[in-house]
């Protein structure tokens, strides 16, 4: 198995993941185009995918999902919340995602579970080979029992590391966004992140890449620093993915 980001914040998500031949698409906050471009960088085309799966229906998730979907013909899974909320017109294939039931795409082992933030059913998901775990976990205001079961014994963990919340409170953002940012709807911090590593047996993990990365309300350094103080910096590499670029190939062995 192995994964890769086209780009993660605000502005725009994208993780591609790939086992056995077969290749899924979670989230694209990219325009059609922009989409293309991106999966480009590795040598794929958007026909190249078996599936798109969505977490939510915010813009950062969903802009390109329906244009992408009728363009190539491809199916889309999401729950039936975020179908009710999403406006992006008809969608060429349509899956229903019922967040607590695992699915199986190809060769690919899908465990999707709930988790509280600001849209109308939110789910992100475990992927699975049969032999190794991978955790996407974004845009998610507080930790729950029912998530750190899902995400124990991780072999590489996608996890938000949204903002400080020094930086949250002195940023730009409005009293409102800030509340909203760092309320048990919005999104995790730094801390939060470290906290619920320390709540999961992360003895099998190789990989851990912070996503979801705040432009205005974090930097980079603060939430590696933050994730490594609480798994041990030296066991392996920790990994940020960012806006313009995402993250190269990872690959699970
Ligand atoms: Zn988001
Ligand atoms: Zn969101």
Not at 32 to 59: G, N, W
Not at 180 to 195: D, F, I, M
Not at 202 to 224: F, G, M, P, V, W
Not at 238 to 248: K, N, R, W
Request: glycine fraction near 8%; proline fraction near 5%.
């Amino acid at each position: 198995m192995r994964f890769a980001s086209l780009g993660s914040g605000s502005k725009g998500n994208a993780t591609v993941v790939e086992a056995d031949g077969t290749r899924v698409l979670i989230d694209c906050g990219f325009s059609r185009a922009e989409a293309e471009k991106r999966l480009a960088r590795f040598s794929l085309t958007p026909a190249d995918l078996d599936a798109v799966l969505v977490t939510h229906e915010h813009s950062d998730h969903i802009a390109g999902v329906a244009r992408l979907s009728r363009h190539y013909d491809l199916p889309v899974w999401m729950t039936a919340g975020t179908e009710a909320m999403h406006k992006g017109g008809e969608l060429a294939q349509l899956r229903r995602i019922n967040s607590h039931r695992a699915f199986r795409i190809g060769k690919l082992q899908v465990q999707p579970f709930p988790v509280p933030h600001d849209a109308r059913e939110p789910c992100q998901f475990v992927f699975s080979d049969g032999r190794r775990r991978l955790g996407l976990l974004t845009d998610v205001g507080s930790i729950t029992a029912h998530m750190l079961q899902a995400l124990d014994q991780l072999d590489a963990f996608i996890l938000e590391c949204n903002h400080d919340p020094a930086m949250l409170q002195a940023g730009p953002y409005p009293p409102q966004l800030k509340q909203r940012v760092g309320g048990a709807y919005g999104h995790l911090s730094n801390q939060q992140a470290a906290s619920l590593l320390k709540r999961i047996r992360t003895d099998r993990l190789q990989h851990l890449i912070a996503a979801h990365i705040s432009e205005k309300n974090n930097r980079a350094e603060l939430a590696l620093a933050c994730l490594a103080d609480a798994v041990g910096e030296s066991r392996f590499g920790i990994l940020a993915a960012d806006q313009p670029s995402g993250m190269p190939w990872i690959d699970l062995d």
